[in-house]
């Protein structure tokens, strides 16, 4: 089946980078972090790790279940991708991660998002594209900051 060119553009189409400017501010969707969430991620990758898994361990440390600091960028990662560069993202080349504050399950997490970079490449219509992420959660509190550097394609030409 052949795309009509005329059709219009699909719900949930991410940017292009020509769409993309420095400075250009977005905000995800909240997530609320669930139970489930933990023991799927931790099941699935492997995570058994005593903080996880024992919720005697912390010793009062974290009220309540943590989750892992992945789990929590896996989440945000997917309303990124569910918005901003779905069906235009090429690759994620680079990522910088830091945790300021524990993710618990009842936690609802969310993203502001900063362009800082748009770089278009010579050949192939993509751009090279950097961005700021801030996570917080539901009490507006920071839980994580990260840089990442994406390749976003053009728009058809």
Not at 83 to 104: F, S, Y
Request: charged residues 15%.
């Amino acid at each position: 089946m052949t795309q009509d060119r005329t059709a219009p553009a699909p719900l949930g189409q991410g940017y292009y980078w020509q769409d993309l400017a420095v400075g250009q501010r977005f905000r995800t969707f909240r997530r609320t972090v669930t139970e489930t969430d933990i023991v799927n991620f931790i099941s699935v990758t492997g995570m058994l790790e005593t903080i996880f898994i024992d919720a005697t361990y912390a010793h009062g440390a974290i009220q309540g279940r943590p989750a892992p600091g992945a789990l929590t960028y896996g989440l945000i990662e997917g309303l990124i991708m569910q918005g901003m560069v779905q069906g235009t993202g090429l690759a994620l080349l680079e990522v910088h991660k830091k945790m300021l504050a524990p993710v618990v399950a009842g936690d609802t997490i969310w993203a502001d998002i900063e362009v800082t970079g748009v770089r278009p490449t010579s050949q192939h219509n993509r751009a090279v594209v950097s961005s700021t992420i801030e996570v917080f959660n539901q009490h507006g509190k920071p839980v994580m900051a990260y840089t990442a550097t994406r390749m976003l394609a053009g728009r058809p030409g």
